[in-house]
T-cell receptor, first 110, second 115 residues
Framework: SQQGEEDPQALSIQEGENATMNCSYK?????LQWYRQNSGRGLVHLIL?????REKHSGRLRVTLDTSKKSSSLLITASRAADTASYFC??????????FGEGTQLTVNP | DAGVIQSPRHEVTEMGQEVTLRCKPI?????LFWYRQTMMRGLELLIY????????DSGMPEDRFSAKMPNASFSTLKIQPSEPRDSAVYFC?????????????FGPGTRLTVT
């Protein structure tokens, strides 16, 4: 299966709720990054977490990394309609290939 | 800083024509990346440059695709001849250094339609 695989593929929530997206990978990594893409736009970097870090915060974003399970999660707290976008995790695979997953499409309903 | 600049934003061309996409990275960034995004294949890294030198072009789909970076402030992605299956959004991104050490800044993309 494709590395940097996000789960779920689609998520629909109400404004104010929290949104959690997960990402799994198969190889060892130096770091893992999360990006957001609004429809028709380029990707915007959200947060980078290094392999020796377990948790990182940035505003309403919280990212965790579990290298033993080869997984990461992105939590958006108190979601807003403007958070509606696709969210991607990305890391270097073995062989130095940068791979983006298919993304999680988040819809926040006002 | 204006961010990564791509031109044109939209391109519609007929099959067989040559297409040239342009990118100006953020000043001071020494890594540049070209991506292609489609519904079927998602986001794919085509090629990336470090200090104007192509480091990994294994993502370039075939010989019809070529990329150049003649200087630190300009890169082109050329498709010759273009085919309908090349229709996609092409993104350029730049970063301070390296493949994943630093965050990448994406341009707005070029939406290519080949008829």
């Amino acid at each position: 299966s494709q590395q940097g695989e996000e789960d779920p593929q689609a998520l629909s929530i109400q404004e104010g709720e929290n949104a959690t997206m997960n990402c799994s990978y198969k190889t060892s990594i130096n770091n893992l990054q999360w990006y957001r893409q609004n429809s028709g736009r380029g990707l915007v970097h959200l947060i980078l977490i290094r392999s020796n870090e377990r948790e990182k915060h940035s505003g309403r974003l919280r990212v965790t990394l579990d290298t033993s399970k080869k997984s990461s999660s992105l939590l958006i707290t108190a979601s807003r309609a403007a958070d509606t976008a696709s969210y991607f995790c990305v890391h270097l695979t073995s062989g130095s290939r940068l791979t983006f997953g298919e993304g999680t499409q988040l819809t926040v309903n006002p | 800083d204006a961010g990564v600049i791509q031109s044109p934003r939209h391109e519609v061309t007929e099959m067989g024509q040559e297409v040239t996409l342009r990118c100006k990275p953020i000043s001071g960034h020494n890594s540049l990346f070209w991506y292609r995004q489609t519904m079927m294949r998602g986001l794919e890294l085509l090629i990336y440059f470090n200090n104007n030198v192509p480091i990994d072009d294994s993502g370039m789909p075939e010989d019809r695709f070529s990329a150049k970076m003649p200087n630190a402030s300009f890169s082109t992605l050329k498709i010759q001849p273009s085919e309908p299956r090349d229709s996609a959004v092409y993104f350029c991104a730049s970063s301070l250094a390296g493949l994943s050490s630093y965050e990448q800044y994406f341009g707005p993309g070029t939406r290519l339609t080949v008829t």
